[in-house]
Nanobody, 116 residues
Framework: QLQASGGGSVQAGGSLKLSCKAS???????????MNWYRQAPGKQRELVAE???????NYQDSVKGRFTISKDNAKRTVYLQMNSLEPDDTAIYYC?????????WGQGTLVTVSS
């Protein structure tokens, strides 16, 4: 139900914009959901990178503050993660997650590789 895209390979300092489309989700559910981007680097646990609450408050992991921006487009049922000034440590599979009450939706993951 969640389709993530936008990953790829970039050099350090570059930018990527990830997208996650919630196909089939009704508008009220999308608007009332918490949106999250997680990532999992090789050999590491999955970690929360950015979150966007239903009241549009955003929070970021310290390592990405000032570089990443989470946003959403309700009409398109899509949540984004703009990633600037990418660093090799940002290399990971990125997953989108949407929480609505007790419901929890996950995308399939999109690979981001940053070379030095």
């Amino acid at each position: 139900q969640l389709q993530a895209s936008g990953g790829g390979s970039v050099q350090a300092g570059g930018s990527l914009k990830l997208s996650c489309k919630a196909s089939g989700m009704i508008l009220s559910t999308f608007i009332g959901s918490r949106m999250n981007w997680y990532r999992q680097a090789p050999g590491k646990q999955r970690e929360l990178v950015a979150e966007l609450t239903s009241s549009s408050r955003s929070n970021y992991q310290d390592s990405v503050k000032g570089r990443f921006t989470i946003s959403k487009d309700n009409a398109k049922r899509t949540v984004y993660l703009q990633m600037n000034s990418l660093e090799p440590d940002d290399t990971a599979i990125y997953y989108c997650n949407i929480e609505y009450g007790t419901r929890d939706y996950w995308g399939q993951g999109t690979l981001v590789t940053v070379s030095s």
